[in-house]
């Protein structure tokens, strides 16, 4: 098992990775004497594949909260509704909340942790790649509004992020690339060798080596040392900068403009990991285009996209709408949008001196109208 600290000023924790070990969970939870009631937090098709496994590990009862699935259900109705049962079975300030799912079951009950009762501990275990290598990981909770996505969060740590590479034998090839995105942004923006390896493995990284036992092995062992290579690098990240001061920003390199085409197609048209993508070389591209990018890093890139069977373009889509979508981000402070762009493999910038000309030429060449 791979043990990573995440050393904070406040609340430090550690990042447990593993394979087949979620029945280990509730032995961790009762060593620590984490809470005295354990509200498991999840969705039903989560909980059909892995909720009696997690429960296996308690001693005591799991109180159930199953949530509706989907990005379109991350929202503060689905919030009032999780808070409202929590207070029907008696949840107090030492109760604790375990999230099993994705980003967006994590996303919620962090959401909801943070804020019952001004804060109540929550344990992280997810069971997508991209909860994996990103949401779970840095005290980000948060739900959409209609205007954007993540508008309304809180920066609140978990106790343990617990993750069993082996939940992502039951991902779709498609879940399973949307969080291969963001291990490709982590060489992007700090580890150029790490993004090496991602280029000599890339064949290695899709669902076939799951179907077959004499190949399952090596599999998760490849992705475990991916994931903690990820969780590495996005530990290190946020231990210097808690609440995205600056630094912590370079972890939103590709999404800036990737949101945006979230938040234009009602996160239905793309996932969160192929706007990303697509997001990656625009960034790539303006930073070309202002001339501080040799083009063969972009290249690079979307050869390993293309592999990866990511997207790196964007249809039906029209300039000025993503242009506003780009104006409401977060990251825009001072009324300037703070980009992130990369400077060569390894290393990004932020710039909030970037033309609008130049970024709506790329939006153009990369298919928007």
Do not use: C
């Amino acid at each position: 098992m791979n043990k990573i600290r995440v050393n904070l000023k406040e609340h430090s924790y550690d990042i447990l990775i593993g394979t087949d070990i979620l029945a280990e969970l509730g032995g961790i939870v009762e060593a620590n004497n984490w809470g005295k009631e354990i509200f498991l937090i999840t969705d039903p098709l989560v909980n059909d594949l892995y909720g009696d496994r997690v429960r296996k590990g308690f001693k005591g009862k799991l109180t159930l909260i199953e949530t509706r699935r989907g990005e379109n259900h991350k929202t503060l109705s689905e919030a009032a509704r999780v808070f409202d049962l929590l207070v029907r079975h008696g949840a107090h300030r030492d109760s604790l909340i375990v999230a099993l799912g994705g980003g967006v079951v994590g996303d919620l009950a962090g959401f909801v942790a943070a804020n019952y009762m001004r804060g109540i501990p929550y344990i992280q275990v997810p069971t997508t790649l991209l909860a994996q290598v990103d949401a779970a990981i840095g005290g980000k909770t948060a739900v959409n509004h209609p205007k954007g996505k993540n508008l309304i969060g809180a920066f609140y740590q978990p106790w343990l992020v617990f993750i069993d590479v082996k939940t992502l034998t039951s991902l779709p090839a498609r879940e399973l690339r949307t969080g291969l995105a963001e291990i490709v942004k982590y060489g992007m923006i700090k580890d150029a060798g790490f993004f090496k390896f991602l280029e000599e493995n890339a064949h290695h990284l899709n669902t076939k080596a799951f179907e077959k036992e004499d190949t399952l092995r090596a599999a998760l062992k490849l992705w475990q040392t991916i994931v903690a290579e990820s969780a590495k690098i996005k530990a290190e990240v946020v231990e210097k900068d808690e609440k995205e001061a600056k630094l912590r920003m370079i972890l939103n390199f590709g999404h800036t403009f990737g949101h945006a085409i979230e938040s234009l197609t009602h996160y239905r048209s793309y996932n969160h990991g192929e706007a990303v993508a697509i997001g990656m070389v625009a960034a790539a591209l303006v930073a070309q285009k202002i001339g501080i990018l040799e083009p063969n890093v972009t290249a690079r890139l979307s050869r390993l996209l293309d592999k990866l069977g990511l997207p790196s373009e964007i249809k039906n889509f029209q300039v000025a709408r993503l242009m506003a979508g780009i104006n409401i981000d977060k990251k825009v402070l001072g009324g300037k949008v703070n980009f992130v762009l990369p400077e060569k493999l390894g290393k990004v910038v932020i710039r909030d001196n970037v033309p609008a000309q130049a970024v709506k030429k790329v939006l153009i060449e990369l298919g928007a109208k």
